[in-house]
């Protein structure tokens, strides 16, 4: 495999983050929408073409719930596997953007250093390397 420079697996795991954030929002906004068509009897009557584009709508609509939710789950177990450590650093860098909140905690040598582990580690259990 190709040994990667930290900076490109920052820009991997932050990418990891950023889509984690995307469907978090995701899944909120269509949780939070009043998505189900309302139906007449005239509609389900004739079957009409209208009826089965809802009907596609609809489970279009809940299948991306699903695949949003199981993104979710997935990068959840993911983080909760991680060192406490790890997490919490990865956690305040891509997912709060806190900016030089390890100022207080840690050099900046072993800031970077534990940052590296914490990249390698979560690196390890998305790519398994």
């Known amino acids: 495999m190709i040994e990667l420079t930290f900076k490109e ?3 991997i795991v932050k990418k990891f983050f950023d889509e984690y954030i995307r469907a978090s929002m995701s899944l909120s906004m269509l949780e939070d929408k009043d998505f189900y068509p309302v139906m007449s009897y005239q509609n389900i009557r004739e079957t009409s073409p209208s009826f089965d584009k809802k009907e596609h709508m609809l489970i279009d609509h809940m299948e991306k719930k699903e695949q949003l939710r199981k993104r979710i789950y997935s990068t959840d ?10 997490r919490e650093m990865l956690e305040k860098e891509y997912l709060f953007y806190e900016k030089d909140w390890w100022q207080c905690y840690y050099s900046k040598s072993t800031y970077y250093r534990i940052k590296k582990k914490a990249i390698d580690e979560l690196l390890f259990y998305l790519i398994g390397e």
């Open 9 to 11: 697996r920052s820009q």
């Open 77 to 86: 177990r993911i983080l909760l596997a991680l060192k406490e450590e790890h």
